[in-house]
């Protein structure tokens, strides 16, 4: 259907709604620069868009992208989801130059993580990027949670608290929106909500998993977002689509008055049961003020398919206009509360260029540095000699996307150009690598080995034939490694971080 086609179908549409409609969106679309149809939705009214790794090929080309939005809405807020460490946009070529939430809470030093934000966030802003969908403040209590892990702070509520706050006040100081993320808590769950609806306890108001969440209002955050989760105790909806959650308890009981962001609508914990416009009308009446489309359907036909449900909602009495109406203007409140902070931070911070030029990652060093942890013999390198790396891998986190490179492997490669890693998937595969590896130095390189059997089988395997071995592991720490083995923890896998693993065992 073309553009033309499009507008025809929704010309019956009363303007006032649709661009009611229209703004409360902010979904994504594939290419490195903006399509037809996303300028002219944006100059209807399209209150955002969001940024994916498919967007992105270098920081001077988001700057030209996030200025043609900007050409078109001034008032657009350009979204990305930016956590660093195993989730990063800008740099999922390469792997993020800071590490990730878990790293941050292992070193424990606030004033640290506050640092890593602003340090992310100057990047954001000088490439024109609103909103950040960070930090996450889900106490990971769960450690067979398969989709959040090193992405949370820590399993201690009042640890990830203190960090959350931190992480805010570090990214909006330099003038771009944080979004808390997951509410009420995506931390105590065995299943990912891209996949379908896990469902956590909720043991009242004083649940401590919203100890976090506290601390981020505390702290200013612009926005928080909710999570595709069944709170049992709270309500039988999800929480996207739930009153109870997002008026009750986040509007009334913990007082914030921001904007209020869905997870991706498109997810499996919502439309495995419904229709995507469906999905996103009960959230906009439960409280939601902008929409979170386009991970995985990032089309013109998806925006005009959710835009047309909204207004029909009106029509048919299901949606209330003035709901409609009040999320179209909280958005605008966020697109203010922008401008305000970006003024700000300009008259303490020194303009940086598009060209990356003037961007620092010193605290994401120390950060990465501090965090990692070595148990058994630290074993180092004889004369530099490049290590054979035998990788245990699993399937990867829909979170942190196919697109994004991260991880021990590339570190060594760049360290030593043409060293090849094994990629191992199944504990049978071991005695193949095994056998073709030399007798020089062994990396046995894992992630979350207590969630996956087959893994802790193949490790036995692996270390038995060679007790020299170090194994580097960067997930969630979950397993123990046998006495006398080098046990490396990085607590993420960003590129930093492999970096600094290398600079340790060289």
């Not at 060594?412 to 690598?433: C, K, L, M, Y």
């Amino acid at each position: 259907m073309t553009g033309t086609e499009n507008s025809a179908r929704s010309s019956h549409r009363s303007p006032d709604l649709r661009a009611l409609a229209l703004a409360v969106l902010q979904p994504g679309f594939v290419g490195l620069t903006p399509p037809d149809w996303v300028l002219r939705e944006l100059d209807n009214g399209l209150g955002g868009v969001a940024l994916f790794g498919r967007n992105i090929m270098d920081l001077a080309q988001v700057s030209a992208l996030t200025a043609a939005v900007h050409g078109a809405n001034p008032r657009a807020i350009i979204a990305i989801d930016e956590e660093a460490g195993d989730v990063t946009r800008l740099e999922h070529s390469t792997g993020s130059s800071w590490p990730g939430n878990l790293a941050l809470g292992v070193v424990d030093d606030v004033a640290l993580t506050e640092a890593v934000a602003r340090e992310i966030g100057t990047m954001l802003d000088s490439v024109g990027v609103d909103l950040d969908y960070a930090p996450v403040a889900d106490v990971n209590n769960n450690p067979a949670n398969p989709v959040i892990g090193v992405r949370s702070f820590g399993a201690d509520p009042a640890l990830v608290a203190r960090h959350t706050a931190a992480w805010v006040a570090g990214l909006q100081s330099a003038g771009v929106l944080a979004c808390a993320k997951h509410f009420p808590g995506h931390g105590d769950t065995a299943t990912d909500s891209h996949l379908d609806m896990p469902v956590v306890n909720f043991e009242g108001p004083e649940d401590v998993v919203l100890q976090p969440f506290r601390a981020a209002i505390e702290s200013g955050t612009a926005s928080i977002m909710s999570a595709h989760i069944l709170v049992r105790g709270l309500d039988d909806q999800p929480a996207t689509l739930s009153r109870r959650a997002l008026v009750d308890l986040l509007r009334t009981h913990l007082g914030f008055d921001g904007l209020i962001l869905s997870d991706g609508m498109e997810m499996g914990a919502i439309t495995r049961s419904m229709s995507l416009g469906e999905g996103c009308v009960r959230a906009v009446a439960a409280g939601v003020d902008s929409l979170c489309i386009g991970g995985g359907l990032a089309g013109e036909e998806t925006v005009l398919e959710v835009a047309d449900a909204l207004v029909d909602a009106v029509h048919d009495g299901r949606l209330d206009e003035s709901r409609l109406a009040h999320a179209a203007q909280q958005v605008g409140r966020a697109a203010d509360e922008r401008a305000r902070l970006r003024r700000a931070a300009a008259s303490v911070t020194p303009a940086t260029g598009t060209d990356g030029s003037d961007l620092h990652n010193g605290a994401g060093i120390d950060a990465a540095r501090r965090a990692i942890t070595v148990h058994g013999p630290q074993r180092r390198l004889a004369t530099g000699r490049a290590p054979t790396v035998i990788e245990l891998s699993a399937p990867g986190n829909f979170a942190v996307g196919d697109e994004t490179l991260c991880g021990i492997a590339s570190a060594v490669a760049s360290r030593w150009p043409g060293t090849s890693t094994t990629s191992v998937q199944d504990a049978n595969e071991v005695w193949g690598a095994l056998a073709a590896a030399d007798d020089g130095p062994l990396w046995i390189t894992v992630r979350d080995p207590h969630r996956h059997g087959w893994m802790v089988s193949a490790l036995t395997d692996l270390l038995a034939a060679r007790p020299d071995a170090v194994v580097i592991d960067t997930g969630w720490s979950g397993w123990t490694a046998p006495e006398g083995t080098t046990h490396v923890l990085t607590h993420g896998a960003a590129r930093v971080t492999a970096e600094r693993v290398v600079e340790l065992l060289a």
